[in-house]
């Protein structure tokens, strides 16, 4: 997803929107540990610097499955107030 090439390709199909994370993640991760791993899951700052150099919005998808509506609201503060989305 972050590869050059991908980023390329993206522009070029224009996408609108994307989400993330996408599929079955969704309802297992944990924004913040994914965000401290640094490993090869794209983390949400990641994300959305891609969304900078691809063009496209970001839509996020907040974790039904283990999350609570507290670390969800965390995760909003942080892509809305602390890294300013597209």
Not at 14 to 32: K, M, Q, S
Not at 52 to 71: D, Y
Request: glycine fraction near 6%.
């Amino acid at each position: 997803m972050l590869r050059p090439e991908t980023i390329s390709q993206v522009k070029r199909v224009n996408h609108g929107i994307v989400r993330y994370p996408g599929g079955l993640r969704a309802d297992e991760d944990d924004w913040e540990q994914v965000l401290a791993a640094k490993d090869w899951m794209v983390d949400t700052d990641e994300f959305l610097e891609w969304c900078k150099q691809t063009g496209v919005r970001a839509m996020f998808t907040a974790n039904f499955g283990s999350g609570t509506p507290e670390k969800a609201a965390k995760w909003v503060d942080h892509t809305n107030n602390k890294k300013k989305p597209m």
